[in-house]
């Protein structure tokens, strides 16, 4: 009856010690990968190279045509990245500055023969919004501000949870398919479009 019971007693310690083993290869694989995914990071997008900003699906337009009152309107960017305008039909708004749209308008009426010599001015509305994901309070899509830092972001989101990883985020660019872990220092600039994902930290 004593070997029996010291048998039992065995095959627990054994089976403590299996789970124990396989538990802490997990914890490892699962360090490992947190490891690999900083060593892709990139640089953090500052506010001044975020200035020059770049049309996109989504984003709400001004375009006034001087001398022209009725083809000057407020436009959609549609997802194609077009805008539908008057007499011209749809023009690309993607990837322009206001400043390359207001002269792709411009062309588009002179081309038509619609105007003879049209200036065209184009001021953003509403940027298409960004998005927070992860491990924050708040996930979710919000309004983007011009000059936005990612820690902003992040606070828009309502913070971190307890489990977040504050040194670094997974961002995806409108546009790419790829994500970058960049570090969150400051001055690291949000884009329109962009998806921050926050990360849960090892403990």
Same mark, same amino acid.
């Given at each position: 009856?004593?070997?029996?019971?010291?048998?039992?007693?065995?095959?627990?310690?054994?089976?403590?010690?299996?789970?124990?083993?396989? +538990?802490?290869?997990?914890?490892?694989?699962?360090?490992?990968? *947190?490891?690999?995914?900083?060593?892709?990071?990139?640089?953090?997008?500052?506010?001044?190279?975020? *200035?020059?900003?770049?049309?996109?699906?989504?984003?709400? +337009?001004?375009? @006034?045509?001087?001398?022209?009152?009725?083809?000057?309107?407020?436009?959609?960017?549609?997802?194609?990245?077009?805008?539908?305008?008057?007499?011209?039909?749809?023009?690309?708004? !993607?990837?322009?500055?206001?400043?390359?749209?207001? #002269?792709?308008? @411009?062309?588009?009426? #002179?081309?038509?023969?619609?105007?003879?010599?049209?200036?065209?001015?184009?001021?953003?509305?509403?940027?298409?919004?960004? %998005?927070?994901?992860?491990? =924050?309070?708040?996930? *979710?899509?919000?309004?983007? =501000?011009?000059?936005?830092?990612?820690? !902003?972001?992040?606070?828009?989101? #309502?913070?971190?949870?307890?489990?977040?990883?504050?040194?670094?985020?997974?961002?995806?660019?409108?546009?790419? *398919?790829?994500?970058?872990?960049?570090?969150?220092?400051?001055?690291?600039?949000?884009?329109?479009?962009?998806?921050?994902?926050?990360?849960?930290?090892? %403990?």
């Amino acid at each position: 009856m004593g070997d029996g019971c010291c048998q039992g007693l065995s095959l627990e310690v054994l089976r403590s010690m299996i789970r124990s083993i396989h +538990l802490s290869a997990l914890a490892l694989a699962a360090f490992a990968l *947190g490891a690999c995914t900083t060593v892709q990071g990139g640089e953090p997008i500052s506010l001044a190279q975020a *200035g020059e900003y770049r049309i996109g699906p989504g984003d709400d +337009l001004r375009i @006034a045509i001087y001398g022209e009152p009725n083809l000057s309107a407020e436009y959609h960017v549609s997802p194609a990245g077009k805008i539908a305008m008057p007499l011209v039909g749809d023009i690309n708004a !993607q990837g322009l500055t206001v400043s390359e749209l207001g #002269k792709a308008v @411009a062309e588009a009426y #002179k081309a038509g023969k619609f105007l003879t010599n049209p200036v065209a001015a184009v001021d953003i509305l509403n940027y298409r919004p960004f %998005f927070v994901l992860g491990e =924050v309070n708040s996930p *979710g899509s919000y309004p983007y =501000v011009p000059g936005m830092t990612m820690q !902003q972001a992040v606070a828009t989101a #309502k913070g971190y949870t307890y489990r977040a990883r504050k040194s670094v985020v997974v961002v995806t660019h409108w546009g790419q *398919g790829a994500e970058t872990t960049v570090r969150l220092e400051p001055g690291a600039a949000v884009l329109p479009g962009d998806t921050i994902r926050v990360l849960e930290r090892h %403990f």
